[in-house]
């Protein structure tokens, strides 16, 4: 008799700690309780109108079948289009693959490129799936900080100084998610000069790039040929278009590994859903004023969040430059009965009634994490709440 029933993977990889505070928001509120949410990385709006339209057509007209399991070429050729427009990369359809969101297409790469033992260089904090997934590959998840003495910044020599023989891939997401941060022109060419030169491959996490504030977004791989052919580009619908439900998000890089990527994507999921595909196209191919629409309405938030974190006692708060997330600093409301912002969320949910997630998932005990993709009059009911706790919590020190 086996010992677990749970495989040693299984037993390793962790809950997802964005997720769980998001179940967690949702059933107290379907209790009845008046939770305010700052957990989930969701944008509250609806879906655009002419996407879901176009799914709607292509639904009622029986695109209800399998399609290759790499997805649609007009999708394929939707997506080569807004690589060249918005950070002038061409690719071909062959290096192109849609799956079931970003974080699968994330997964599948990882299943595709890492032996057991690999090293996988993640600026840290991180966003939380990162070294689970690297797990589940069999890698090992190495870590480079990204100080919040230096603006959550990564920088080249961070990375390579966790370099070691065994090194294949570094993660960047820029802008980051938990921190908003932006790495800069000048880094990313330091970072593209050093991967090329110890022969890595980069993940590049591009999900929150037209979620920008005043810093235009840049990919490492459009600094020159060598680079690119060395970056695997990911991006996705869930942000930009607010299709988080919708299940879709692809990659671009070398063909090699997205046939690789195809292989085990036929052998477990098949294709992303046929008619999601289809709105996916109308996303990339349509009107623009959407996700401008969007983007400005968080940035009005950011900037509403900001002044109140700032504002109060035992929090500090960086401006985030991108993303849909504040990652304040906490040290000064933590105290013997409250250690650590695990504690601290733990108490802000059941005392206070506002949903934040701990910033130890993300590898940054001392912070939290809010995410200000809700309502301005959520957001000043949240900070009303939170200012009480804080104050609070500062005189109990
Ligand atoms: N990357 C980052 C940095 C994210 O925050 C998320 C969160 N959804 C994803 C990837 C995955 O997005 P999805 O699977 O919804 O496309
Ligand atoms: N990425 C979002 C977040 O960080 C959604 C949840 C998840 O996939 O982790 O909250």
């Not at 595709?112 to 090293?119: I, Q, S, T, Y």
């Not at 970056?231 to 046939?259: C, H, P, Q």
């Not at 990527?261 to 289809?278: K, Y």
Request: proline share 5%.
């Amino acid at each position: 008799m086996k010992t677990s029933l749970l495989s040693e993977r299984a037993q390793n990889a962790l809950p997802s700690p964005t997720l769980g505070i998001t179940a967690r928001i949702k059933a107290l509120q379907a209790q009845g309780v008046n939770v305010i949410g700052f957990g989930a990385g969701e944008p509250d709006f609806d879906t655009p109108e002419h996407v879901k339209a176009a799914a709607i057509r292509s639904l009622q007209s029986g695109f209800t079948k399998y399609t290759p399991s790499s997805g649609i070429e007009a999708l394929k050729d939707a997506i080569i289009a807004k690589l060249e427009r918005d950070q002038g990369l061409r690719y071909r359809r062959s290096q192109i693959i849609v799956s079931c969101g970003a974080k699968h297409s994330i997964y599948n790469l990882l299943q595709a490129v890492l032996n057991p033992g690999d090293e996988v260089i993640i600026p840290r904090p991180y966003w939380v799936s990162y070294p689970e997934q690297v797990k589940l590959a069999g890698g090992v998840p190495i870590f480079a900080d990204a100080p919040e003495e230096n603006g959550f910044q990564v920088t080249a020599a961070a990375i390579e100084a966790a370099i070691t023989p065994r090194t294949r891939l570094v993660i960047l997401n820029s802008p980051s998610n938990p921190t908003g941060a932006m790495i800069s022109a000048e880094e990313l060419a330091r970072i593209a000069t050093l991967v090329a030169r110890r022969n890595l491959l980069v993940l590049s996490d591009e999900i929150y790039e037209h979620l920008t504030y005043g810093v235009a977004h840049v990919s490492i791989a459009s600094f020159g040929e060598e680079i690119k052919q060395r970056t695997l580009v990911v991006n996705g619908f869930s942000k930009a278009y607010s299709m988080t439900g919708w299940r879709l998000g692809y990659l671009a890089g070398d063909e090699k590994i997205v046939a690789a990527m195809g292989r085990i994507q036929d052998q477990s999921t098949s294709n992303p859903v046929s008619f999601a595909q289809v709105g996916a196209v109308e996303a990339l191919n349509g009107d623009q004023t959407c996700v401008e629409e969007m983007r400005a309405a968080f940035q009005e938030r950011r900037d509403v969040i900001m002044a109140r974190l700032n504002a109060m006692p035992g929090i500090s708060c960086l401006r985030p430059d991108g993303a849909f997330y504040v990652f304040p600093n906490v040290s000064g409301l933590l105290s013997s009965r409250i250690p650590d912002g695990d504690v601290l969320a733990e108490c802000l949910l059941t005392e206070a009634y506002i949903g934040v997630v701990p910033g130890s998932g993300f590898g940054a005990p001392r912070h939290i994490r809010l995410s200000y993709a809700t309502s301005i009059k959520a957001i000043q009911e949240g900070m009303d709440r939170l200012q009480k706790a804080a104050e609070r919590l500062v005189n109990e020190r």
